[in-house]
């Protein structure tokens, strides 16, 4: 029966180890072939496993909505808000619970170590105030989410925010929110779940731009639905995704207010999954590096399509691309991949856009379909060198080609409005 009853307390989750560990790998920068791997040949997922067992004491319940001591509670049907304070760790485990709070945070987290949460059934929080609060569940600490239940938020502000680090691993969440569905100030792991998101602000936030080593996210799976005005995946420094499925759908056109649909500051380093964009700005967007292995992207862009301002490095994988520009970025290189590209400006194109490197385009293979709908830009345009050194491009375009210094067509098929070319010639050129 006593084990029975610790059984009953053991959370199934992530420990606050793994937070440690996974971000010891996002404060590096990754370098090409970036493998599944995130720390000492372990995945996200493996660490989880190894290090998911905390036990928590058997708790006394929770009296008036207020949990004062480290424990584990089961947070069941009808209640109000409910705070925490403590500094001790605390699960909570949420059974068909149904939370509605009028005063702010339907789970307010006021003082604690880190906070687990077990979803389990089918829950709700409904959080609204007339006064400005954080989010319908906020903590200052981390904040640990796992299970296979669901939990559905409505939020009058944002929907749920840590001043700390987020780790989701597991169950369903679907969020309402009038700011950002899932925020965290330091960094944002998601290893498994389901998340749902309509958002007037941002859909999944990583936010602390003051440090270089925190506003890392993490995404090492899941399936994620998310429509906002703002910034869908947004994180202040680099992003690393590796696998799930990522649909997002950015509406707002508020001039000064982002609405990329992925934007890192720092990098975008994607690896596998399937990822379908609609945005009324840009689809992938970082000041710094985007290096993509594999994977299927579908993007329908206002403006661009993928836009690096340092390196763009696409070493294979599926895109098929609607939008006013294409790729853009100083240095780009296409190794592989099936790429279908209609564009109004340039599908590809290299300016420069930062000190690093010399503007180029290097096309080392692949299949490359492009059409430019107008006539006056180049389908392929670089301020500084054109390298084609294999890969076949079929190209509808009045302007094909540009280059600011050299050109140098070493193997391949290039199709230009029907008939093969043997040589690159300049065009007329736009910009």
Known sequence: MKDKKNNNYTIIGISILVLFIIFIFASRTPKKNVNSKFFNGETASEISEKYRIATFHESSGIENDMISKGGSYTVTGAHNCITVDTSDHVQLILVNADITCTKGPGISIKNADTVFFMINGENRITSTSTEKFEGAIYSPSDLVFSGEGSLTIASSESGIVTDDTLVINGGTYIITSQKTGMKANNNFAVVAGIINIDAKGKGIEARNSENSSLGYMVIDGGTFQINSEQEGIS???????????VTIETKGEVKG??????????????????????????????????????????????????HATTLLEIFDGYYAVASKTGFIGTYIIITRGTFTISTVNQAIFASKKSVAYYPTIEINGGELSIEIISDNYNAIHSKGDLFINDGTLILKAKSPFYYGRKVDFKKGTIYVNGTEIKTIKKTPRKE
């Open 257 to 306: 207010v982002s609405s990329k649909a992925i934007h890192a500051k720092n990098s975008i380093n994607i690896i596998g999954g399937a990822y379908y964009i609609k945005s009324t700005e840009d689809g992938l967007y970082s000041e710094g590096n985007i290096e993509i292995e594999n994977g299927s992207v579908t993007i329908n862009a206002k403006n661009d399509a993928i």
């Open 235 to 245: 994180a202040a420094t680099d992003l690393n995704i590796q696998q799930g499925t």
